[in-house]
């Protein structure tokens, strides 16, 4: 009985084009976090399950993929790489320089419902900044945030801002002073752009019994939002740091960090504070970030993350901060084509190398290895077969280049070169030139 093929729900094939243009993105990406000097690690997609478990919020906990293994060890997919880091710092301390900035590429595990943009399996970049308390590190992270969007072609982005102590003193200043009943006011107006402003305030008056002036009061103070220049909107905001110390550090934290910002050579329209972001994820403790695209804004965020300064503290007395953020690459991904961001190549040679007769191939393949020894990736067709399938073959796949070799051009050991997106054809070119104009186009 033939088996039907197909893939899980939530995961999914990626063919060449896109696979490509993935590629593509991640060398981008970590070429970024190598020029801030972050530098390479990896972890195992598999860790004991007592290493993830209840370091997510209750909803991460949740999709979970948790299961036993052959020698019948409690184990789980990570879910982040976040986690695995606290681990891999904790077991490796006295190996790495303080502070130390680490960036990683691979892939998560989450059982969440799949949808547009969000997979069960989905790639995260991510970087962090390890054993400093210095809101420099925080102001760092928004420049790598910037410069990788920048990177990637994308200009009109928006580096939303806040600060869980600012969350936490809005909470107090209503009332809610318990920390479990903070985490569930934070997690639920975390949700405000997946279940709308009344989902919102239905959950919050089910789960903490919350007054209708409370909730009000809470939610109008949550949703300011930063639209004018920094001076103006500190000034609006500097009666809160009246109401309490939590609220008078997060501020501070804040303007501390614009500080830092507001000599560099970026839009300062591009990074904005935004009381109404939460971020799901029980960990952080100070400044959080979500990167939105603007003219995408129901894709998500792109690039979030944030403080944690207790790292640490599931695996070692020792405690040691951290701040970091995570880029979603197959977020990004189906914006960057939705925008038109995404070259739609399937090939990642430029040449396409075609004989009309079969004697010609070894020489095919002599000028495809001095190209490729040249730096320049090309391909050859294998086949002898009409010019027309081998020239639809290369416009198909993207090659930028075709060289056609005939009895001509066998005989004079010369090269005919077509540029595929001109049409244009030179003819009689040596090697060096062929390779010159392909290098300088």
């Not at 060398?27 to 209840?54: C, D, M, N, R, W």
């Not at 580096?159 to 903070?182: A, K, M, P, V």
């Not at 107006?189 to 709308?196: L, V």
């Amino acid at each position: 009985m033939l088996i039907t093929p197909r893939t899980l729900s939530g995961f999914k094939d990626r063919l060449p084009k896109e696979a490509i243009a993935k590629e593509k993105l991640l060398k981008k990406v970590t070429q970024v976090f190598e020029s801030f000097g972050f530098t390479p690690i990896e972890t195992p997609h598999l860790e004991y399950a007592e290493i993830l478990v209840k370091q997510g919020s209750e909803e991460i906990q949740k999709e979970l993929y948790r299961f036993q293994d052959h020698g019948g060890r409690d184990v789980a997919l990570r879910f982040d790489q976040t986690v695995p880091l606290a681990r891999f710092i904790s077991q490796y301390k006295n190996e790495l320089p303080l502070p130390f900035k680490r960036y990683v590429v691979g892939n998560v595990f989450r059982g969440e419902r799949a949808q547009k943009g969000r997979y069960r399996e989905f790639t995260q970049c991510d970087f962090d900044f390890i054993g400093s308390n210095s809101i420099a590190c925080d102001a760092e992270i928004i420049q790598v945030i910037y410069a990788s969007m920048l990177s990637l072609g994308v200009e009109d982005f928006i580096i939303w801002l806040n600060h869980r102590s600012i969350l936490n003193g809005i909470c107090q200043y209503f009332g809610i002073t318990n920390e479990e009943d903070i985490q569930n006011t934070l997690r639920i107006i975390d949700k405000i752009e997946k279940i709308g402003i009344n989902g919102v305030k239905n959950e919050l008056k089910e789960n903490l019994n919350l007054s209708d002036k409370k909730i009000e009061g809470l939610l109008e103070t949550t949703s300011i939002k930063q639209t004018q220049h920094k001076e103006e909107f500190f000034k609006e905001i500097a009666p809160m740091k009246e109401w309490n110390a939590d609220l008078k550090k997060g501020i501070e934290d804040l303007e501390n960090m614009y500080k830092i910002l507001e000599d560099l050579e970026m839009s300062h329209d591009s990074y904005r504070i935004n009381f109404s972001i939460a971020r799901g994820l029980g960990y952080y403790t100070g400044i959080v970030y979500e990167t939105t695209l603007t003219r995408l804004k129901s894709l998500g965020s792109v690039c979030s993350g944030g403080r944690y300064d207790n790292l640490t503290k599931t695996f070692s007395k020792e405690n040691m901060s951290g701040v970091g953020a995570s880029i979603g690459l197959d977020r990004l991904l189906v914006g960057l084509q939705d925008l038109g961001l995404l070259d739609n190549k399937s090939t990642t040679a430029r040449i396409l190398l075609i004989c009309t007769k079969e004697e010609f191939l070894p020489f095919a393949h002599r000028l495809a290895e001095s190209f490729r020894r040249s730096g320049v990736n090309t391909e050859i067709y294998p086949e002898i077969t009409k010019l027309k399938k081998q020239l639809g073959y290369a416009d198909q796949k993207g090659h930028e280049f075709t060289i056609i070799i005939g009895e001509e051009e066998y005989k004079n050991k010369a090269i005919t070169l077509k540029n595929m997106t001109t049409g244009m054809q030179l003819e009689h070119l040596g090697f060096l030139k062929a390779l010159e104009i392909i290098k300088t186009h």
